[in-house]
């Protein structure tokens, strides 16, 4: 008798986690490819983080997804990284390796490729304001410069956060920083995307007008109810806007194919998604 695949075990590790929608995403990509997969939704600790990731490796686990707070301390358990993840400190995949726990942060390529792909956003060449300088935004920070823009600015309720980020990304390309209240003085941008937590709590980023012309993309890392406030106020001002809900089908894409080596179309999993409500 043949076997079949093996099956693929995975898991989501945060806290909250119940909201995760990365077990649904994924078991719709492991339809695509007939691949068995199980896929755990895992709430832990701090203390006992590392324990429970250690349990998924040592029971077959393939990798797992990291999710708030606990990315930095994946970054500092895996024993090798990719740049992305050492220039944001932070790890949102780690594939459990012979050699050792690889890891990654998929964030970044996750937006560019939802930029260019789904939005025909030209990156090369453009003006970029990123507001905020948690970890969303240190994550794709370095992935944004890569494609060759002319300039980014980061814009941060603490200057000092946007501005330490600007000095470790400065090899890659033009990046500034300042203060998420001294926007008022800026040209107009080709994209702003906002990277602050600000929509979890119903509110908007306070935008100058001035930064935005009929062509300006408004991209809201934010999806679902937190990304209504930012919405309503693009909507209001006839400002071009999306979601990030594509992001984050994108940088799930991106784990799926480190762990299994196949390549999902977000497409359709992103149109269930929004089926789904
Ligand atoms: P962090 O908590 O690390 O960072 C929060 C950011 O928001 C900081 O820049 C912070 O500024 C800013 N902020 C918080 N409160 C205020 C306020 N009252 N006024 C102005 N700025 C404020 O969060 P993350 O970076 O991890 O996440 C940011 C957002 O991105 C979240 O909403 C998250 O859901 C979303 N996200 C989406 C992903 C996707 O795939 N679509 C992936 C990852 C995140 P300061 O530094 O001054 O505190």
Not at 131 to 144: I, S
Not at 146 to 159: C, D, Y
Not at 213 to 225: I, P, V
Request: aromatic share 6%; charged share 25%.
């Amino acid at each position: 008798m043949v076997a079949g695949p093996q099956l693929i075990r995975l898991a989501v590790f945060g806290q909250p986690v119940s909201q995760s929608l990365s077990p649904r995403i994924h078991r719709l990509f492991a339809d695509q490819f007939s691949l068995p997969l199980e896929y755990r939704a895992i709430e832990a600790r701090r203390e006992t983080f590392e324990n429970e990731v250690s349990k998924l490796a040592q029971g077959g686990g393939t990798g797992c997804n990291i999710t708030l707070p606990f990315k930095h301390q994946a970054w500092e358990l895996a024993s090798r990284r990719s740049d992305d993840a050492d220039r944001a400190e932070a790890v949102n995949t780690l594939h459990f390796r012979d050699d050792g726990w690889f890891g990654d942060n998929t964030d970044g390529g996750g937006l560019v490729g939802d930029l260019e792909k789904r939005r025909a956003v030209a990156l090369r060449g453009s003006r970029i304001c990123l507001l905020g300088a948690g970890g969303a935004a240190r994550g794709v920070l370095a992935a944004l410069l890569r494609r060759g823009p002319k300039e980014i600015l980061i814009a941060n309720r603490s200057a000092d956060k946007a501005q330490a980020m600007a000095r470790l990304n400065s090899d890659l390309g033009p990046v500034s920083a300042t203060g998420l209240d001294r926007l008022r003085d800026a040209a107009p941008f080709d994209l702003v995307i906002n990277a602050t937590s600000l929509g979890h709590r119903g509110r908007a980023p306070e935008l100058p007008a001035s930064l935005f012309t009929d062509k300006t993309l408004c991209y809201d890392m934010n999806y679902g109810t937190a990304a209504t406030p930012l919405a309503r106020l693009c909507n209001e001002r006839g400002i071009r806007y999306s979601d990030g809900l594509g992001m984050l089908v994108g940088q799930a894409a991106l784990s799926f194919r480190l762990w299994t080596g196949e390549s999902p179309d977000p497409a359709p999993v992103l149109a269930a998604l929004r089926e789904g409500g």
